[in-house]
């Protein structure tokens, strides 16, 4: 198993990447990094090498892209232009490639949330047709493309595991799988049974907060974390954990974190 951190959540610079923190996320032993493609599209040409050249010297890889889509993009309803969606999909999956990512998450709660009035139901659509464009364009630049399941107060579509697996049975790509993040899971109240069932088939990346105030995790009774890694482990699950976490102190919080990680695993 492989532990990173999702940085624009611990952001401190005005990029809104984190990448401010990622030397120190190296010193404490973390695997490799995960950096907001949204934020990482942002930049210019010679900002974004600079990041490379920082990721480089660092030694750890940005092995994920979260945040894929910025909520300026509209992915839902009627003012949807996919022309210039799939420009910006093109660059931004070019982008994470550079960088040596494997996976990009789909969560963007705001560029695929369905506007009100519009059919949820068409808007579950448009998302499945893009997904279905999106996948020769990840195979193009050897990305695999994640669904992440968001809690209904951050999207009013897919919001659960399951939800995220029948999405991607509905899109049917080999390189469109399922994210779990135990955050978002605790929060929407989601039996980890939908993780035993579906996990083995679906499941290609986990992040992961103590639910209470979306922190770092650090000790085992904050919440009941046990029967989510149980679950990981009945189903095989070996791959990558990212932190996606508010921290006030980071580099103390995220020390405790790998610990805890390590010893959970």
């Given amino acids: 198993m492989k532990f990173g951190?999702?940085?624009?959540?611990?952001?401190?610079?005005?990029?809104?990447?984190?990448?401010?923190?990622?030397?120190?996320?190296?010193?404490?032993?973390?695997?490799?990094?995960?950096?907001?493609?949204?934020?990482?599209?942002?930049?210019?040409?010679e900002e974004f090498d600079e990041v490379k050249k920082k990721v480089k010297r660092s030694g750890i890889c940005c092995e994920t892209c979260n945040n894929f889509f910025p909520s300026t993009i509209h992915l839902t309803g009627t003012d949807v232009h996919m022309q210039e969606v799939m420009v910006y999909v093109d660059k931004a999956l070019g982008r994470a490639?550079?960088?040596?990512?494997?996976?990009?998450?789909?969560?963007?709660?705001?560029?695929?949330g369905v506007p009100e009035g519009f059919p949820i139901e068409e808007g579950y659509l448009q998302v499945t047709e893009l997904l279905k464009q999106v996948s020769p364009l990840a195979e193009k630049h050897g990305i695999m493309i994640v669904i992440e399941p968001l809690r209904k107060q951050e999207c009013n579509l897919i919001?659960?595991?399951?939800?995220?697996?029948?999405?991607?049975?509905?899109?049917?790509v080999p390189n469109v799988k399922v994210l779990v993040d135990f955050y978002h899971m605790a929060v929407e109240r989601e039996p980890v049974e939908h993780l035993l069932m579906m996990g083995k088939e679906n499941l290609r990346h986990v992040h992961f907060a103590n639910p209470i105030g979306r922190a770092y995790p650090n000790q085992d009774d904050e919440a009941d974390y046990k029967p989510f890694f149980d679950a990981l482990?009945?189903?095989?699950?070996?791959?990558?954990?990212?932190?996606?976490?508010?921290?006030?102190?980071?580099?103390?919080?995220?020390?405790?974190?790998?610990?805890f990680f390590k010893q959970n695993w």
Avoid: Q
């Avoid at 951190?5 to 990447?17: H, I, K, P, R």
């Avoid at 030397?23 to 930049?43: H, R, T, W």
């Avoid at 070996?238 to 610990?259: G, N």
């Fill in 5 to 45: 951190c999702c940085l624009n959540m611990v952001a401190t610079g005005s990029d809104g990447t984190g990448i401010e923190k990622l030397e120190k996320l190296a010193e404490l032993g973390y695997d490799y990094v995960e950096l907001p493609l949204a934020e990482l599209m942002a930049l210019t040409r």
């Fill in 97 to 112: 490639g550079e960088l040596g990512a494997r996976y990009v998450v789909f969560g963007s709660g705001k560029a695929k």
């Fill in 159 to 172: 919001n659960t595991f399951e939800e995220g697996c029948l999405l991607a049975a509905a899109v049917a």
């Fill in 233 to 259: 482990k009945v189903i095989g699950y070996d791959e990558r954990i990212s932190c996606e976490a508010y921290a006030k102190d980071f580099e103390t919080e995220a020390k405790k974190t790998l610990a």
